[in-house]
């Protein structure tokens, strides 16, 4: 088994990795063999279907080259979250939560009963085909993966205190693109290469995400465009960054 995401988060790393908007297993591998810590595969805008042998081959190519995958789902659906989850994905992005009571729900399908509502069959891709003891892989998959709602509005901001205090919750996702044109601010240097961020707004936005993770003690992972933005979001707290 490759070592999990949660080991190297609790072990204090600082991971890097891409995001896969093209639907293609060869990307992925490439993304793994280069050295990147993980991948984030996108199946909200890219044209990657949540649901069917596709996402299956980009994360079982994840596992051949040894990255740990993590998925964004269209909707934080229990149905396109077991999928994701039953082929191997190590994480969840849990897209477009706005309270605690739908990050509540959404996390409660990343985790089998009692933690949670995914529903249980010991053939999937994630337990070896049943190879895998099923209660030990049940335990295992309960403990390793990552529910990380993503807080991308203004509202999403507003809660992100409850949001993080929701049991499960391991990481808060900032999303700052639909977050940016929640607010009607420019992302702007969020991204460049100035040192200084265009809007205010969006830069409180991600120090409040940062104050609520640590106060809950949950994760950081946000998005940066280049090596700058990257160790600046990393110097303000982030533990996770998707270039």
Not at 35 to 45: A, C, N, P, S
Not at 105 to 110: D, L
Not at 184 to 206: C, H, K, M, R
Request: net charge negative.
């Amino acid at each position: 088994l490759m070592i999990s995401l949660r080991d190297r988060i609790e072990n204090g790393d600082v991971l890097i990795g891409p995001m896969a908007l093209i639907g293609s297993p060869v990307v992925v591998e490439i993304f793994g063999h280069v050295g990147f810590d993980l991948v984030v595969i996108d199946t909200e805008h890219a044209p990657t279907s949540p649901y069917g042998t596709e996402l299956e081959s980009m994360i079982r190519a994840a596992t051949a080259a040894d990255i740990p995958a993590i998925v964004r789902p269209t909707e934080p659906r229990p149905g396109a979250i077991l999928k994701a989850l039953n082929f191997g994905a190590q994480g969840i992005w849990l897209t477009h939560i706005q309270t605690a009571d739908e990050a509540q729900v959404a996390v409660a399908s990343c985790r089998y009963p009692p933690e949670g509502s995914r529903s249980s069959v010991p053939v999937t891709r994630a337990a070896r085909y049943g190879v895998e003891p099923w209660d030990d892989y049940r335990q295992r998959a309960n403990r390793e993966v990552l529910a990380m709602p993503i807080i991308e509005s203004a509202q999403a901001v507003s809660n992100v205190d409850q949001i993080a205090a929701v049991p499960g919750v391991d990481f808060l996702q900032f999303g700052p693109f639909d977050l940016s044109v929640d607010l009607q601010v420019n992302s702007g240097n969020f991204y460049g290469t100035d040192s200084e961020w265009i809007d205010p707004q969006l830069e409180e936005a991600f120090k409040t995400c940062v104050r609520s993770a640590r106060n809950h003690g949950v994760g950081i992972s946000t998005v940066a465009w280049n090596a700058e933005s990257a160790e600046r979001q990393i110097e303000m707290g982030a533990q996770i960054v998707l270039m």
